[in-house]
């Protein structure tokens, strides 16, 4: 039997780099909306890298064995734009899960009274809550320790089963445009009821004040309601959200799991 030289791999990947660039694409697509990797913070070079290291990893597995398209320029310039929206597709949805903590946080600071103080985010260079940044924060930090991140491309791999090069359904799908806009609500509806307990909280704090400003007209309710609804929001955060962590974590993933995987098998050619 005779044995793989590093030299006859490089000549295999020479000869099917056509191969290596689809699933590249794929791969750095998907790369630029995934949690942790997509930071602004995190050097364009950096993530093509990332990207490079992954494709190979994936090639040198050996389960991407069918590759479809037509043997012309355009022909492969085609799938290689089905490519980049498959992977696009899978990192939008994770992009758009994860993001709807900063939702929750914006309402939660809305209650507070935090909106006006808002911080420059270094992974996204935008504006953001303040809550919103310390919730996204923590959940990316759970989502690297508990081996999620690992998780997702994990299902990423397996997507090239589900989906070999070329085959992939993206144009004029619209069950998979529909369930992107469900995903939405869901999302939306998520985010609110993670902010529910600061939320009710304060609607009760409002409700009190109104009677108590009605008792006693002369109360000023601007001096003394926004320093009390800072003190309990910042009590109900530590003392029932900051413990539930976890648990929101865990719907969070398992929401972003199956969303990646509904969106996978939503690209499947009919038939």
Not at 53 to 59: A, D, E, M, R, S
Not at 70 to 75: A, Y
Not at 82 to 89: H, K, S, T
Not at 200 to 216: F, N
């Amino acid at each position: 039997m005779e044995s793989i030289t590093g030299f006859d791999i490089l000549v295999q990947m020479f000869e099917q780099v056509d191969v290596i660039m689809l699933i590249f694409v794929r791969v750095l697509a998907f790369f630029l909306l995934l949690p942790v990797i997509s930071g602004q913070n995190i050097w364009m070079m950096g993530r093509l890298f990332f990207a490079l290291c992954f494709t190979i990893v994936l090639y040198l597995s050996g389960d991407i064995t069918t590759v479809y398209y037509m043997d012309t320029t355009l022909g492969f310039l085609y799938v290689l734009l089905i490519e980049f929206l498959v992977g696009l597709a899978m990192g939008y949805v994770l992009f758009m899960v994860f993001n709807l903590i900063f939702f929750s946080g914006q309402l939660v600071d809305f209650q507070i009274g935090f909106m006006m103080v808002n911080v420059m985010d270094p992974m996204t260079q935008v504006q953001v809550p303040i809550t919103g940044n310390l919730f996204y924060f923590a959940m990316i930090a759970l989502l690297v320790v508990s081996g999620g991140l690992n998780g997702f491309l994990l299902t990423f791999a397996y997507s090239y089963t589900v989906l070999p090069i070329g085959t992939a359904f993206v144009v004029g799908n619209a069950p998979l445009a529909w369930y992107l806009l469900i995903l939405i609500a869901e999302s939306t509806l998520l985010a609110v009821r993670l902010a529910l307990p600061v939320f009710g909280t304060m609607l009760i704090v409002d409700a009190a004040l109104g009677i108590t400003v009605k008792a006693t007209p002369q109360m000023n309710v601007f001096v003394v309601g926004l320093p009390l609804k800072v003190l309990l929001g910042t009590i109900i955060l530590m003392l029932v959200m900051a413990p539930s962590f976890g648990i929101m974590h865990e719907h969070i993933f398992d929401m972003a799991l199956l969303a990646i995987r509904e969106v996978m098998m939503g690209m499947v050619p009919p038939g």
